[in-house]
C-alpha cells in the first residue's frame, strides 16, 4: 500500500529536481569543493599529515602519513558537536547553509590543533625524548627505532627499511 504523504513528498522532490535539476548540483559541487579547498590549505599551512578529498558532495578524510591513534581526530569532532564516522564517506547535502559548513570547518581547524598540540602531528616522539629512557628496557633496540603498534594492536619497535621506505618490525614488547 502506498502511503499519500510518501507519495506527495516524492512527488515534491522530484518536481523540485525538474525545475532546478542541473543548478542545484552545480551549486552543491562548488560549496563542496570550496570547502575541501579551504581544509586542504590549512592542513598544508600547520603542516598537518591529513587531506580532504571528494568526488562532487562526497567527501573523505586521509591520513598521508601513518599517524597512532589517529582515531582520536572523529573523537575530538564529535566533541565539538560534528559527527563523522572513522573511515567513512562524508556527504554534504542541500540542506547545509553556509554557517553549518563553517561550523565544520572551525570543528576540523580546532580538533587538528588540539592533536598538533599534544604532539600527534609534526613531530616524532622517541623513547630518547621521554623518562622512558633512564630504563634500559626502554631504550631502542637500534639507533633511530621508533615504538609503534602491528595491526592486532601489540608495542613494538620499528626501523624504517631505507630502500622501501616501509617501517619493519624488530622487536615485540
Same mark, same amino acid.
Given at each position: 500500500?502506498?502511503h499519500?504523504?510518501?507519495?506527495?513528498?516524492? #512527488?515534491?522532490?522530484?518536481?523540485?529536481?525538474?525545475?532546478?535539476?542541473?543548478?542545484?548540483?552545480?551549486?552543491?559541487n562548488? #560549496? !563542496?569543493?570550496?570547502?575541501?579547498?579551504?581544509?586542504?590549505?590549512?592542513f598544508?599551512?600547520? @603542516?598537518?599529515?591529513?587531506k580532504?578529498?571528494?568526488?562532487?558532495?562526497?567527501?573523505?578524510?586521509?591520513? !598521508?602519513?601513518?599517524?597512532?591513534?589517529?582515531e582520536?581526530?572523529?573523537y575530538?569532532?564529535?566533541?565539538?558537536?560534528?559527527?563523522? @564516522?572513522?573511515?567513512?564517506?562524508?556527504?554534504?547535502?542541500?540542506?547545509?547553509?553556509?554557517?553549518e559548513? @563553517?561550523?565544520?570547518?572551525?570543528a576540523?581547524?580546532?580538533?587538528?590543533?588540539?592533536?598538533?598540540?599534544?604532539?600527534?602531528?609534526?613531530?616524532?616522539? !622517541?623513547?630518547?625524548?621521554?623518562?622512558?629512557?633512564?630504563?634500559?628496557?626502554?631504550?631502542?633496540?637500534?639507533?633511530?627505532? #621508533?615504538?609503534?603498534?602491528d595491526?592486532?594492536?601489540?608495542p613494538?619497535?620499528?626501523?624504517q627499511?631505507?630502500? !622501501?621506505?616501509?617501517?619493519?618490525?624488530? #622487536?615485540?614488547?
Open positions: 500500500m502506498r499519500p504523504l510518501a507519495m506527495a513528498a516524492a #512527488k515534491a522532490i522530484l518536481s523540485y529536481f525538474q525545475q532546478n535539476g542541473e543548478e542545484l548540483h552545480t551549486q552543491l562548488q #560549496k !563542496t569543493h570550496q570547502m575541501v579547498a579551504t581544509l586542504n590549505n590549512y598544508d599551512s600547520i @603542516q598537518a599529515p591529513l580532504m578529498v571528494n568526488f562532487g558532495s562526497l567527501m573523505m578524510l586521509k591520513f !598521508t602519513q601513518d599517524i597512532s591513534y589517529s582520536l581526530m572523529f575530538l569532532l564529535r566533541e565539538r558537536g560534528i559527527y563523522i @564516522q572513522e573511515n567513512r564517506p562524508i556527504f554534504l547535502t542541500l540542506a547545509h547553509s553556509d554557517g559548513i @563553517q561550523a565544520v570547518i572551525d576540523f581547524c580546532e580538533s587538528v590543533n588540539s592533536l598538533q598540540k599534544a604532539g600527534f602531528f609534526g613531530q616524532i616522539v !622517541t623513547a630518547t625524548d621521554t623518562h622512558l629512557s633512564e630504563h634500559p628496557e626502554n631504550q631502542p633496540p637500534l639507533p633511530g627505532a #621508533k615504538l609503534g603498534r595491526p592486532q594492536g601489540n613494538g619497535w620499528y626501523f627499511d631505507r630502500q !622501501t621506505g616501509v617501517y619493519q618490525l624488530i #622487536k615485540s614488547l
